[in-house]
Structures are given as structure tokens and as C-alpha cells.
């Protein structure tokens, strides 16, 4: 079993994880960390579990809308979110198609 140290807002935090799993997790405590100095860039006096409990949120809302924007692609619908992206993913489906018709014909 592995084991790792990771910082997340500016405490060291022990770890274990599967062998071979170490820099994955380094990575996800550094994006945690990220959300710690986000919420502690909004101002006021956090606790380090208050901290901790609004950078999961943060995520967890990030999560949310990630997974109503797959569900939409997979359904083939644009996001509210993002029409930009919607249609810009429509012209390169097109234009593969385009190029799979081309190479389609004798």
C-alpha cells in the first residue's frame, strides 16, 4: 500500500492509497488546495474543516454541472451552459462526416 503526504491549505495530511496511485493523488490534493486558497481568497476567518467542507463544495458543484453536461452531449443536446462549444462541436462532427463521405467514394 502506498502512502503519501499531501498539502492542502497549508496543513500536511497523510495518506494512503493503492501502489502506484501516489501522483494521482498528489494531483487531486493539489486541486482540493486550489479550491482552499479560492475560498479563502473570498475573505473571512475559515477553520481548516469550514475550509475544507466549502473547497468539497466548490467541487462537488463543479461535478454537478459536469455531469448535466455529459448527460446532455450524450443525449446530443447543447448545454445552456456553453453554446459556443455546442456549436463548434456540431461543425467538427460535420466536417467528419464530410471527410468519412470522402473517403466513402471510388
Known amino acids: 500500500m502506498g502512502q503519501v503526504t499531501v498539502r492542502v491549505g497549508g496543513y ?9 496511485q501516489e501522483a494521482h493523488l498528489v ?3 493539489a486541486e482540493v488546495d ?5 475560498v479563502r481568497s473570498m475573505g473571512g476567518q475559515f477553520g481548516e474543516n469550514r475550509l475544507l467542507l ?9 461535478v454537478h454541472d459536469l455531469r448535466i453536461e ?7 443536446q447543447p ?20 471527410i468519412a463521405a470522402g473517403l466513402q467514394r471510388p
Not at 12 to 20: I, K
Not at 54 to 60: N, Q
Not at 70 to 76: D, V
Open 12 to 20: 500536511s495530511h497523510p495518506v494512503s492509497c493503492e501502489d502506484g
Open 70 to 76: 455529459l448527460s446532455a452531449a450524450r443525449a446530443g
Open 34 to 38: 486550489r479550491r482552499v486558497h479560492s
Open 54 to 62: 466549502l473547497a468539497a463544495l466548490l467541487l462537488a458543484d463543479e
Open 79 to 98: 448545454t445552456a451552459d456553453n453554446p459556443v462549444l455546442a456549436e463548434r462541436l456540431t461543425r467538427v462532427a460535420e466536417r467528419i462526416e464530410g
Open 27 to 29: 494531483s487531486l490534493a
